[in-house]
């Protein structure tokens, strides 16, 4: 039985700890708590998930109809390099981030992150950094070479005002931000557990963000090296990448994809971890082989470093290079596809409760299935030579970013609302948002599918009234005004929530981990007293004894023995 | 609006290389479409099955079960392991290395936004609209003179990038006469919607004849008018930007303008190519395709009236 206790305590007085919380914003900006910090990171994602949105929306004005005349191509091709630039760079990269940066310490039973000044840093350098990057828009043009900013297109020969230069300033310091966060949540995971919280009992969704840690630590220095180089070649006549001063148009495709590609995984690995909590909870099981969604985690981030060239098929690599990226391309699709039947396992035989979170979590394993199908399609080097760079990519990438990661996300950002904010959300409210924003998504992006079938290319600001491309635009559009319309929904939902929600109490979903023992919303300090770890779900343990893990031998708990 | 049915794209393919990709594509399709079935099924049964119903207590607590586990790995495994072959099988055949020194058929050159292309041992340049031949195994070339572009024509096979300071190339044997329509398919910039491709497919001796019609230099039999525009066009600085052959113009900035009045389309697909839109295009460039590198001029009107009667001469 449960008898012994454990009182973790940090070893020094925080600084903003020491602030009064009716001190207000000051509060806030001078805030070392993780929490705090984390809050402060879902807001700056919030507003630039409307900015972002309302970019696209704005895009699909303009794709409406065929040669539609709403915007001037220029601005058309900083809009859609802003909407992709801030959707993963400040929508989804910082929302995982701060995701981490609250629940990591609570669920790991620590009351702070390992270097609390490091993570106030990190916040407010990304912070800045978006706030830079928008700052371009009045200082002579925003960035409109593409969020994945090509070379040559990316010189100042080819594209003469500031924009370029603001995106490599406004990445490299978010991008500092990042990889700070990383080693810092790396550092927390290792060092601060509660003793007696082997790897083995990690939750999930700390496994997932800890292999991600790696994978930032690994991925993002090579675009942020690949970001100084081009800012040598803008504003110091370098030639890295200028091809015609000899410069290689190639080398930026395979720095730039180096990272782009694990960024792929960096911001889908945390809301598997999310989903994974989701699905355990709302099922009412513990997740359908833990070793193997934890082991596939590791595989993904390893492999994720050998496919960058699949999306350079099309460069005239020659067949041994592509041979070899299509092989490792279709294998990191196996560890990940394994995944959607863990969840489906984990639901398997459960109590099943349908809430606001639970159906964002079922709606992603369709979603992410879509999109993860149609990213084998890529791997397959002949399909792709007639794919990419079409509107099939749009609806793929989508299908992954949107219908994965941000589901991924929503689904935990109900999951934990109530023990964020300490009140209960509306369900009908959340049920609303939920069908408007799923019917929404999906008219949007699968008729881009059938578009780039079709023969049209991405990132093209009009198009000539082909048969279907007036169509197929149309039904696009009209989804996106849908998904747009929806978020609206989420807005109220909050301000709802805040102002008349139920309280929520410590532990409203009978959750299986640590953050569910504390107060909600937890108090400055997490913990004052935890209970000893037996296995991956503590507070299941604590308050079903007569089920509880602890009395399984770790072959009945895991399906493998202790090799401890 | 036209019929879905009447698709041209690269699922109606019309070159060997590009029917060997359609097939691939379709067994890809019909074996994604059976996952996602099962996906799909396995959801729907077991979110009915096990919903929680009221006076449910804790479910059985099972984390795992090494059958099931088995075949989640073994069937994806095999799954990929035949696509694998499907797909080295297909590369080598689509996009076999050619013997070093061989000559390619045509020479495909992107610019910011047209598209050249030449055919080596002839002295014929086009822009735009580009003929090949049916019936034989054509090595194409594909090179960029300033950024990337990416040649598209989804029916005759795969896609190729365009990069300044390298050569690559695509083969393809298209299968029957026809025009075939495509687009740059990487983001070039301003006018990247508007650097549509338009490839005529001909019988071999209709396509000697073409080739031979456009190794003639530019005509010299000129109404009057059409003379003033010649010797305007000399006085101005076109010719520092086109080329017309047979005359001291001869910039590579711009299409080749040798045989431009016998085109059919102008600005790489954005217009009709008629006097109406040459004489919109000449006065103001910038309105019609903003971003293109043809600057305004700012010519008077009767200029521009020779201008055009010049160039719809040149066939």
């Known amino acids: 039985m ?44 919030l507003f630039y998930l409307f900015v972002g949105g309302l970019l696209a929306l704005l895009m699909r004005v303009q794709l409406m109809m065929p040669e539609n005349t709403f915007l001037a191509p220029d601005s058309y091709n900083q809009l859609f390099t802003m909407h992709g630039t801030t959707m993963i760079f400040f929508v989804l990269t910082p929302a995982i981030l701060g995701m981490a940066v609250y629940m990591v310490p609570l669920q790991i039973g620590a009351n702070e992150m390992a270097f609390p000044r490091l993570n106030a840093f990190a916040f407010w350098i990304s912070f800045f950094g978006g706030l830079l990057l928008y700052f371009s828009f009045l200082a002579g043009g925003a960035p409109d070479a593409g969020w994945f900013s090509y070379a040559p297109l990316n010189q100042t020969q080819y594209s003469a005002s500031p924009g370029i230069d603001y995106y490599c300033i406004g990445l490299l310091l978010s991008g500092i931000g990042t990889v700070s966060t990383a080693a810092n949540l790396a550092v927390t995971i290792i060092t601060l557990r509660t003793p007696s919280m082997k790897y083995k009992y990690l939750p999930v969704f700390v496994w997932m963000v800890f292999i991600n840690a790696f994978l930032i630590l690994a991925a993002f220095p090579s675009l942020n090296a690949a970001l100084a180089m081009l800012l040598i070649d803008r504003q110091l006549d370098g030639h890295f990448f200028n091809t015609d001063a000899g410069g290689s148009a190639l080398l930026w495709q395979h720095l730039f994809w180096l990272f782009g590609h694990p960024e792929v995984y960096i911001v889908v690995l945390p809301p598997f971890g999310v989903l994974s909590e989701v699905f355990q909870v709302y099922s009412r099981k513990p997740i359908f082989g833990y070793p193997f969604v934890v082991g596939s985690g590791i595989a993904i981030s390893l492999l994720a470093f050998g496919v960058w060239v699949h999306h350079m098929f099309a460069t005239g690599m020659g067949n041994t290079v592509n041979s070899f990226f299509a092989v490792s391309s279709m294998l990191i699709g196996i560890p990940t596809g394994v995944k959607i039947f863990n969840w489906l396992g984990t639901m398997y035989g459960g109590s099943i409760r349908f809430t606001t979170g639970m159906l964002f979590a079922t709606a992603f394993l369709v979603e992410f299935t879509i999109g993860g199908l149609s990213g084998i399609s890529f791997a397959i080097v002949p399909i792709d030579w007639q794919l990419t760079d079409t509107y099939y990519v749009v609806a793929h990438l989508h299908y992954v970013f949107l219908g994965g990661s941000l589901f991924g996300l929503f689904a935990g950002f109900f999951y934990w609302f109530p023990k964020i904010s300490g009140r209960m959300y509306s369900e009908t409210l959340g049920k609303w948002f939920f069908w408007l924003f799923m019917i929404g998504f999906n008219m949007t992006f699968f008729m881009q599918h059938i578009l780039g079938i079709i023969g049209m290319p991405r990132r093209v600001y009009t198009y000539p009234n082909l048969a279907g491309y007036s169509l197929l635009n149309l039904i696009s559009s009209l989804g996106a005004f849908l998904m747009g319309g929806s978020m609206l929904i989420f807005l109220y939902l909050l301000y709802d929530a805040i102002k008349r929600g139920k309280r929520a109490g410590d532990n409203p979903w009978d959750g299986y981990t640590f953050e569910w023992l504390t107060s909600s919303p937890p108090a400055l300090k997490n913990f004052t007293i935890l209970p000893p770890v037996y296995s991956f779900r503590p507070v299941h343990d604590l308050n079903h004894p007569e089920i509880g893990d602890y009395q399984k031998s770790d072959e009945e708990k895991y399906g493998t023995k202790d090799t401890d | 609006m036209e019929k879905f049915s009447q698709l041209p794209y690269f699922l109606s393919p019309a070159s060997g290389q590009a029917d060997r990709i359609a097939s691939l594509t379709t067994y890809f399709i019909i074996a994604a479409l059976f996952v996602l079935a099962v996906v799909i099924g396995l959801l729907i049964y077991v979110s009915v099955r096990f919903r929680a119903k009221p006076g449910d207590g804790e479910p059985k607590q099972f984390t795992g079960n090494k059958v099931v586990e088995g075949f989640m790995i073994g069937v994806p495994t095999l799954l990929v392991a035949v696509f694998m072959y499907l797909t080295i099988d297909t590369m080598a055949n689509v996009m076999p290395a050619p013997a070093g020194n061989q000559r390619p058929d045509v020479v495909i050159t992107g610019h910011r936004y047209w598209w050249e292309a030449s055919y080596p041992g002839t002295k014929a340049i086009v822009a735009n609209e580009i003929h090949l031949p049916v019936g034989r195994k054509l090595l194409v070339h594909i090179n960029a003179a300033d950024v990337i572009h990416d040649w598209w024509v989804p029916q005759l096979g795969a896609k190729m990038d365009a990069i300044p300071g390298r050569t690559n190339y695509v083969w393809t044997t298209i299968q029957k006469p026809g025009v075939y329509e495509g687009a740059c398919s990487e983001f070039c910039g301003a006018q990247h919607a508007w650097m549509r491709i338009k490839v005529v497919a001909q019988p071999e001796a209709e396509f000697r004849k073409w080739v031979a019609q456009k190794e003639q230099d530019a005509t010299t039999q000129l109404s009057a008018s059409a003379q003033a525009g010649a010797a305007f066009f000399s006085h101005q600085p076109c010719g520092s930007c086109h080329r017309i052959r047979g005359t001291a113009a001869n910039g590579n900035v711009g299409p080749d303008l040798t045989h431009f009045g016998s085109r059919k389309i102008m600005l790489a697909g954005l217009l009709e190519n008629n006097p109406e839109n040459l004489r919109k295009w000449l006065t103001e460039p910038q309105h019609v395709k903003p971003g293109a590198l043809m600057p305004r001029f700012g010519y008077p009107k009767d200029s521009i009236t020779v201008l055009v009667d010049y160039l719809t001469a040149l066939k």
């Not at chain 1, 020094?12 to 402060?40: C, E, F, R, Y």
Request: glycine content about 6%; charged content about 15%; proline content about 9%.
């Open chain 1, 2 to 45: 449960i008898t012994d206790v454990q009182l973790p305590e940090p070893k020094t007085p925080l600084p903003g700890a020491t602030v009064n919380s009716d001190q207000g914003l000051l509060m806030w900006i001078s805030s070392v708590d993780h929490k705090q910090i984390g809050i402060m990171y879902m807001i700056m994602t």
